[in-house]
């Protein structure tokens, strides 16, 4: 309880007119904005078939060429992950194949590092996949 006591002033004083409703519907504004482009992103991710070059091709630019911002033992992770994938729904050789290959292999780093390289796989693989197959 001394825990909560020590900072309830300085909530009080900072937080008078603060209105966690406002913040919360803010909050869930941004959020549902943000979602339709990432749902058009998915579905078109999932129509985009590419060739087991391709994938190879983006694979290696992404590890070898440095293009992604990615510790560079995943490589293999991510190329096993693609090309054998361990879920079924992962399975069509697509670019959202592609992607989840990536973020899976990525699931053994740790959290601000994932954070990074997932928040930088999407723009990665717009400007990779461009003109395959």
């Given at each position: ?11 009080a004083k900072h ?72 879920v079924e729904e992962f399975a ?42």
């Open positions: 309880m001394a825990f909560y006591g020590d900072f309830t002033p300085v909530l937080t008078k007119h603060l209105s966690l409703v406002d913040i919360l519907a803010v909050g869930v504004d941004r959020m549902q904005r943000n979602f339709e482009p990432m749902r058009k992103q998915v579905e078109a991710w999932k129509g985009t078939r590419i060739s087991d070059n391709a994938a190879k091709l983006v694979i290696y630019r992404a590890f070898v060429q440095g293009e992604l911002e990615v510790p560079r033992h995943l490589d293999r992770r991510v190329h096993d992950l693609y090309f054998s994938p361990q069509p050789r697509t670019t959202w194949s592609l992607s989840n290959a990536f973020t899976s292999a990525f699931k053994v780093l740790d959290p601000i590092p994932q954070f990074k390289a997932t928040a930088k796989l999407g723009p990665f693989l717009e400007l990779a996949t461009v003109g395959l197959d």
